[in-house]
């Protein structure tokens, strides 16, 4: 358990310096689009804070899928569940969504399909992954039976 929770503060810190970065990504593009002309230092503030917050967890949440004896299915629930309540306190705090049932339900349908889809991106990945070294490895065992069975020359 130590080693997990370890593993999680070292992926956390990792992903941490990413925060203010996203936050400057999603601050030019609202100002692109028109939608903030200036932020105060309090939303700078806010904004710094919680998204680095939010990258830490996001990055050490990943941690989840280590535990052997969890199933897949449990660790990406919670995985999941843990990342939409993050995002969703972070777009409340910083009033990126408003508050109010609409909103949230529109946030919350947004977030299940992003997650559903790249985790469909992932599953797709490694199984083309996976049967392409398991092809490989079929081949090594051939050729090393075959090799085993030809006579000796000498």
């Avoid at 925060?19 to 710094?48: D, F, K, N, S, W």
């Avoid at 967890?57 to 449990?74: Q, S």
């Avoid at 490694?126 to 092809?135: E, F, G, Q």
Wanted: aromatic fraction near 12%; include cysteine.
């Amino acid at each position: 358990m130590k080693k997990l929770i370890s593993e999680f503060f070292r992926r956390g810190l990792v992903a941490w310096g990413f925060g203010p970065v996203v936050l400057a990504v999603v601050y030019l593009v609202l100002q692109r689009v028109e939608a903030v002309q200036t932020v105060t230092v309090e939303q700078a503030c806010t904004g710094i804070f919680s998204l680095s917050a939010l990258a830490f967890l996001a990055g050490g949440m990943n941690v989840v899928y280590r535990i052997e004896k969890l199933p897949l299915m449990a660790a990406m629930l919670i995985h999941g569940i843990v990342l939409y309540l993050g995002y969703l306190v972070t777009y409340l705090v910083n009033g990126w969504l408003e508050q109010g049932m609409l909103p949230i339900l529109v946030f919350s349908g947004i977030f299940v399909v992003g997650y559903l889809v790249i985790w469909a991106c992932i599953y797709c990945t490694t199984k083309k992954s996976t049967a392409r070294v398991n092809t490989m490895l079929k081949r090594k065992q051939q050729s090393a039976d075959s090799g085993a069975e030809a006579p000796e020359r000498e």
